[in-house]
């Protein structure tokens, strides 16, 4: 018989799924229905689900919001469980596995929830084997949810980048040693949730979020260590100080600043005709011919054409901007506001903003108390961005400017830029066009970070992306940054250079970092670190890249070297755990180290 007729029968195995829940919860809620049954088919299976909810929300919301109690969404539990979900909320909380927050109004607000923090956050993962009813459940689900993800709405380069994202391999072992090496706590399951959504590829999510327009992926919502566990030799540009660069950038584009000279910014349209003609449509693209009246103001940017300030902030609040500008030349003088302005102007385009800020603070600060860092530094950004500018006290009904302490640092060192923000964090419905009015709340303190995010979308996903697949090169996103192989490392920053001082007139500072499998040549042939312009040592890991040039010498990549996996920690005979090996189609692994740290 011919071997090209020959047909061979191949049989498919599909790998489990994985689903974690809290260890010590479990072992106690397996002896407790020993005890006292509950009448539900495979009613094991539909506690799996709600704990592994339950322990998701715990350790994700309790962690980033602060938040002590959560609610439960009944509907995306009932698509799981294909039943209502409140007889197992209320067998778990009957038997003090959860608590509530006893406050429920009818028609008002139903209970919120959470782990009972007398147990210890530890985890382990059942495994939902092939030809189990709820294998089929949450494979399907996880289908409609990709489906859902309008891929068929995305542009030609989106679904490119999609396409090299779910292909992705990714090293679980070696994240997993990786993650061994975190003290426990719900940190460490909030790890492990992310590699075990981003190591099976049938869980990876890739979708644009409405309210920011960013590309929200698994490999986003992974922490920065465990990127290094893709197969691979990457590089990955990050643009530093991101948010306070797009800031600088608004706040001049309303003052009137510019950024550099006409030459560098006002372009004929042949000079960049074959990067516009992929990348701008006639809508957004603005160029001025050579001998304009307008062509010596350098304020002019396609990103702020396409999301006008007045529109997002109002009208009067870009006048109030305009007006607090004013008010400090006329009480200070125009050397001492040019003068702040510049310096913002240039510790952020430098790239060391944080280490600036630092410096300086420490340097004209009178008081003995404790210097600050430069985590404190970003924590203070954080805080300027993202915080409200007052709150009301729920208690006595007073109002209060939280986190005042860091607000008073930053002011110090810039007062005007410190009003304005507080200003354009303060729009209200009445100063807001007529036809964003309905998306305007009253003292929305999002209005800035979220236009910030939607600039730096526009930038980042919207163009400079679509260039990069344009050249051959599809890129994975992370928000600011861009990942691609190494072998691209000089066609990527030559079109970042391009793209940013197209939309600017400037190009920010990158720093260039390096994933995955390591050189073999430069393995061979290590060289010494050298010096980056903070006067320290870098890493022989991490390229800095200052305003654009691009001058990178040679460096050995090692792998990153983490101890090897421990024994699994054994589950004690009778504690209930021997029965789930018992359960068909379910497994129960257990993670080495775990279960050692208490609540809080």
Known sequence: MNKRNRKTKRTRTSKPFKIVVPK???????????KKPLKARNCIYKFYFV???LLYKEV???????????????????TMLDCCPDQFINYLRDCGFIVDDGLYRKGEKCYHYRLNPAYRYDCCTVLLKPGNVYFERKRKYHERK?????AYRMCKHLKQMKKRFLDMEFDYDKAMR???TFPNGKKKIQYLMQIEGIADKRTRFFKRNKTNNRLDTSLTNLKKEFRDCIKGDFMQSDNKNSQPFLFNQLLRHVLGLGNATPDAFFKRENDLFEVNSIILDNSSSIFLPTGHKSQSLSILSTVFTKYKPHETFGRRKIREVIKIHQKWVKTHGNCKVNEELEKFNEWVNSGLLYDKFCDWFNTHSTSSRKKLTRDDVKKIFFCIFFSRNRVCNKKNGNEFVPFQKLKKQFARVFPMIAEMIVA??????????????????????????????KVESYVFIDHLARVLVAEGIVPDTVHDSVMVKREHEQRTIEIADEVFRMHFGIAPTLEISYLGTADTQAEANPVQPAENATGGLKT????????????????????LAVPQLAEPMPSGSGSGMDRIQETPGVVLQSYPNDGLANAG
Do not use: C, M
């Open 24 to 34: 010590t919860i479990t072992e106690l809620l397996l002896q407790t229905l020993e």
């Open 51 to 53: 704990l592994n909810y």
């Open 60 to 78: 994700n919301l309790n962690i980033e919001k602060k938040e002590k109690f959560f609610p439960i969404n009944n509907e995306h539990l009932h």
């Open 146 to 150: 990709r489906q859902h993800e309008h």
């Open 178 to 180: 990786l993650l061994s």
């Open 424 to 453: 354009l964090k303060a729009a209200t419905q009445s100063q807001a066009r007529a036809k964003d009015e309905k998306k305007i709340k009253n003292n929305d303190h999002s209005l800035l970070s979220v236009y910030l995010q």
């Open 540 to 559: 022989n890991r991490t390229t800095w890249i200052r305003r654009g040039s691009y001058e990178h010498p040679e460096t050995s990549v090692p792998q």
